[in-house]
């Protein structure tokens, strides 16, 4: 039945190679996820609602706070005995939840320090970590997070105040405008 | 032969003592390594998180680059950056039609030829036997080693040491006079990529890491990753501030202890950089 063409299951598949249907619900992937206490639903109870293939369940994912929660850390995946990746199947939600505007408000921040993150390659090619972190403070009004750490790195000589350029910023515009969703 | 090399964002920022040491102990080591030319980042997990086209094509691109300078191997010191490049070969190997589009969205051929090495792998490789004949200082501590995550797993795309208890990193501290102890958390997650985002919960993680460290009476943790060590170090004092106690345990990256032990000067190796004080070297 899951996998009927045109199914919600189906469609995972096809988009992700993963089979949500051979999961039996061990539960070890969650029993050695670092962040199951965190979440709203650990990652075996992620697989179980999207197994039933109902709109209602893959809804309930997609909004979830567990699809931003986790870390990739590739725990779960290293222990499945039937080897599913739900590292892969989670960036696909997330990705999946950003383009159908479902993601949870609880993930705001790590949502704003992912598109800090790609704004800074999308103009340099690189990671600016001074950029990136004023740009995430923009964008979250976290504004006095860690303004303790500045003079203690700057002694240090973490910090770089220039930004390095990529000499060929033609091709990583052409990256980010050909990859645009 | 010369190696290319891939420092990565972090190693030309935060984590400069990484590049410093890896660059140092390549040089006392006669490892020729050559940046790749005009290499970009990798992406991290903020690009595989929200773009998996974007995600593939940034390391494709370096990966690239890499090919067409010549290189057939390349070393990444970062775990991340690693696992990132590893994982892109990965599946555009197994996805022909993914190779021809992310070839053109780089706009440059992508054959996926190039051997791609972390540093643990490029000192097994080439290093070993100089490494033992070179030791002037042996690096006589307990040491934890902390692989962390994307130094292991996927298994299936790195094809590296064991997932659950691995001992490249143990086997090489031995190497150099250190001993290893056997301890839980080698390979359970800091909170990597959190540490704006969601400090609470890498203060939590890491804790949970240094806490087991503290405990089993180990005199310093050995990193092969610069978020591990940004997390276990700059964050020390959220980590201090959950577990409620003062852990004053440095963390050193691999490149810096098999440094000191051939007589590196700490200075060359970075050491000074580190905010959790390295004062009994």
Redesign the interface.
């Given at each position: 039945m899951e996998n009927i063409s045109g199914s919600i299951t189906y469609d995972l598949r096809k988009q992700t190679g993963i089979d949500v249907g051979r999961c039996y619900q061990c539960g070890k992937c969650s029993a050695g996820c670092v962040q199951a206490e965190e979440m709203d639903y650990p990652p075996n109870m992620i697989i179980h609602l999207l197994q039933y293939g109902t709109q209602a369940n893959l809804d309930k994912v997609l909004r979830s706070k567990s699809i931003w929660l986790c870390l990739n850390c590739e725990n779960c995946v290293g222990r499945c005995p039937m080897e599913i990746d739900i590292p892969s199947l989670m960036d696909y939600l997330r990705e999946r939840s950003l383009n159908e505007k479902k993601q949870n408000k609880a993930a705001n921040d790590i949502i704003a320090f992912h598109k800090s993150f790609l704004d800074s390659v999308r103009s340099t090619g690189h990671l600016y970590e001074v950029g990136l972190v004023a740009d995430f403070k923009a964008r979250t009004l976290h504004l006095w997070q860690d303004v303790k750490l500045v003079p203690k790195m700057l002694s240090k000589g973490k910090l770089q105040f220039f930004p390095e350029m990529v000499k060929d910023m033609h091709s990583i515009k052409g990256i980010f405008s050909k990859t645009k969703k | 032969m010369k190696i290319g090399f891939y420092p990565g964002?972090?190693l030309?920022?935060?984590?400069?003592e990484y590049n410093e040491s890896v660059l140092a102990l390549a040089k006392a080591l006669d490892i020729q390594l050559e940046e790749i030319d005009?290499?970009?980042?990798c992406?991290?997990?903020?690009?595989?998180?929200?773009?998996?086209?974007?995600?593939l094509?940034?390391p494709a691109?370096v990966l690239a680059l890499a090919e067409h300078q010549g290189f057939k191997e390349i070393v990444v010191p970062c775990a991340a950056c690693y696992n990132r490049l590893s994982t892109t070969q990965y599946e555009l190997a197994q996805d022909e039609e993914k190779k021809k589009k992310v070839s053109?969205?780089?706009?440059?051929p992508y054959d996926g030829s190039v051997k791609i090495l972390n540093v643990l792998q490029m000192l097994q490789k080439y290093s070993l036997d100089t490494i033992k004949s070179k030791i002037v200082k042996p690096f006589a501590y307990k040491v934890a080693c902390y692989y962390g995550?994307?130094l292991v797993?996927?298994?299936?795309v790195l094809q590296f040491d064991r997932?659950?208890d691995p001992q490249v990193m143990d086997s090489m501290m031995s190497l150099i006079g250190a001993t290893p102890i056997d301890w839980a958390f080698k390979?359970?997650?800091c909170?990597?990529?959190?540490t704006?985002?969601?400090?609470d919960?890498v203060a939590k993680?890491s804790g949970n890491v240094m806490k087991d460290v503290n405990d089993r009476g180990a005199e310093a943790v050995i990193v092969a990753c610069p978020m591990c060590h940004s997390n276990l170090d700059?964050r020390r004092p959220e980590i201090d501030k959950y577990l409620g106690e003062d852990v004053k345990v440095p963390v050193l990256y691999i490149t810096q202890a098999i440094g000191l032990a051939l007589g590196i000067e700490p200075e060359t190796l970075g050491l000074?950089?580190?905010?959790v004080k390295v004062n009994t070297i």
């Open positions: - | 964002c972090s030309k920022g935060t984590s400069r005009d290499w970009n980042c992406g991290a997990t903020a690009a595989h998180s929200v773009n998996k086209e974007l995600s094509s940034l691109r053109e969205i780089i706009g440059m995550c994307l797993r996927p298994h299936k997932v659950e390979t359970e997650c909170g990597g990529g959190f704006e985002s969601r400090t919960i993680l700059m000074q950089r580190h905010f």
